[in-house]
């Protein structure tokens, strides 16, 4: 049963004034995806490299001249390919407009044929279904973006790939740079800076999980977990891996 005050909250936001205001705002894309998986990736990549050169027998200098170069290049790397690969989606988005475009100027009633077995396949039949195809049709935008959504499967909202691409570097850095703060702060004990490490890692981790939990409406605790134990079980496998090869050729 849901809660009286949940109710009516949810009752205001589905009166025909306030449907009618949302539907009309410009839809706003959430660069929550992009800062997750900035912040994640750069963690666990920072942390493998402290937890692979703290196994490999390295010293707190060189782990923290290895995580800061790691850092940046790696932060500039994904940013950049987050970038591309977000420019490359527009692009797509853009050709496929400009041939439904085209292909209703040149074989408008093929088009009109696509509309009407897009919705036959909803359920629409008979007069209902020419009313739909014609109401549709009589709007070339409408048509073209109704095309674009159910025929080529484009989400017509895109996010801006330089605004993507600074939200996952920006992220990247900023959280992966937690895993080196120990090597930076205790320079008596690389053991103890290590320890650190590791209890700040596996916060930020359990952090990362809880944030997006919350805000996805899940689980904080549960989603905290999960990407507490997937981060960690990558660099954990950096550490052994690591540890393993320096016994290997003698360096222990």
């Known amino acids: 049963m849901i809660d009286p005050t949940k109710r009516q909250d949810l009752e205001q ?31 666990v990549t920072t942390f493998a490299v402290a937890a692979a050169a ?3 027998g390295f010293s707190s200098v060189t782990i923290i001249v290895l995580g800061i170069a790691n850092l940046i290049a790696d932060g500039l790397s994904m940013a950049v390919s987050n970038y591309q690969a977000t420019r490359t989606a527009r692009e797509f988005a853009e050709e496929a407009r400009r041939v439904e475009e085209r292909h209703i100027d040149e074989i408008p009633e093929g088009e009109r044929e696509e509309i009407r077995q897009i919705f036959a396949r909803k359920g629409f039949e008979g007069e209902a279904l020419e009313t739909v195809v014609d109401v549709i049709t009589q709007r070339r935008d409408v048509w073209i973006d109704t095309m674009l959504m159910e025929e080529v499967g484009i989400q017509l909202q895109s996010p801006q790939p330089l605004r993507a691409a600074l ?21 008596e004990s690389r053991t103890d800076a290590f320890l650190i490490s590791i209890a700040l890692t596996a916060l930020t981790f359990f952090g990362i999980g809880a944030v997006r939990g919350h805000l996805l409406g899940r689980s904080a605790v549960r989603s905290g977990f999960h990407t507490l134990l997937t981060g960690g079980a990558a660099a954990a496998v950096a550490y052994w891996v690591a540890a393993w090869l320096r016994t290997a050729f003698g360096l222990a």
């Open 13 to 43: 936001t589905h009166h025909p004034e306030a449907i009618r205001r949302r539907l009309t705002e410009k839809i706003r894309h959430s660069y929550l995806g992009d800062a997750v998986l900035g912040g994640i990736d750069g963690c």
């Open 54 to 56: 703290t196994g490999g």
């Open 167 to 187: 939200t996952t570097f920006g992220a990247f850095v900023l959280v992966g740079a937690i895993p080196l703060l120990p090597f930076l702060l205790v320079e």
